[in-house]
């Protein structure tokens, strides 16, 4: 390297605990995809300056109405989610997902935007989904979560 270039360094955050925020996040008629990936970006903590990715900097999120989201397309009776059940008829789609356990969707599409492992394991416990508007987490204070 010559002596003239400089290198740029990251800035760390310590792994000091710190406090974490509670938001909700209201799913009703939101596309899943794109509600999905605000989710698990603020889970992560990329919504703070102090982002390291080896660290859990997240803050909490619970999602409301997750029964009431939206897809796009064909996706409710084409797109399949596979259960290894070691049974015949592991296969389910959206439809038959959402009518069984309504708040899978999004727990799912969340778990496949964190980094797998334990750090987003870690993450992933951070997430509270409720199938209606009701939510035992009041006594938390959360602040609404835009999701354009």
Same mark, same amino acid.
């Given at each position: /390297? @010559?002596?003239? =270039?400089?290198?740029? *360094?990251?800035?760390?955050? !310590? ?5 974490? !925020? +509670? ?6 008629? &939101?596309? #899943?995809? *794109? !509600?999905?990936?605000?989710? !698990? ?10 982002? %390291? ?17 939206? #897809?796009?397309?064909?996706? /409710? %009776?084409?797109? #399949? ?6 049974? $015949? ?9 959402? =009518? *069984?356990?309504?708040?899978? #969707?999004?727990?799912? =599409?969340? +778990?496949?935007?964190? @980094?797998?492992? $334990? ?6 416990? &951070? ?15 959360? &602040?609404?979560? @835009?999701?354009?």
């Amino acid at each position: /390297m @010559p002596v003239s =270039a400089t290198r740029h *360094r990251s800035t760390f955050q !310590a792994n000091e605990p710190f406090a974490r !925020a +509670w938001f909700i996040a209201d799913v009703e008629g &939101k596309t #899943l995809g *794109r !509600a999905a990936t605000k989710i !698990a970006d603020v889970l992560r903590g990329k919504h703070r300056p102090s982002f %390291t990715p080896h660290v859990d900097a997240g803050d909490f999120v619970v999602v409301v109405n997750a029964d009431k989201i939206r #897809l796009t397309g064909k996706k /409710m %009776t084409t797109k #399949l989610y596979r259960d290894h059940s070691l049974f $015949p008829g592991g296969l389910r789609t959206q439809e038959q997902l959402l =009518a *069984r356990h309504p708040t899978d #969707l999004v727990k799912r =599409a969340v +778990w496949g935007m964190l @980094p797998k492992g $334990p750090l987003g394991r870690r993450i992933y416990k &951070k997430l509270k989904v409720y199938a209606g508007a009701e939510h035992p987490h009041v006594a938390q204070q959360p &602040k609404p979560l @835009p999701l354009s």
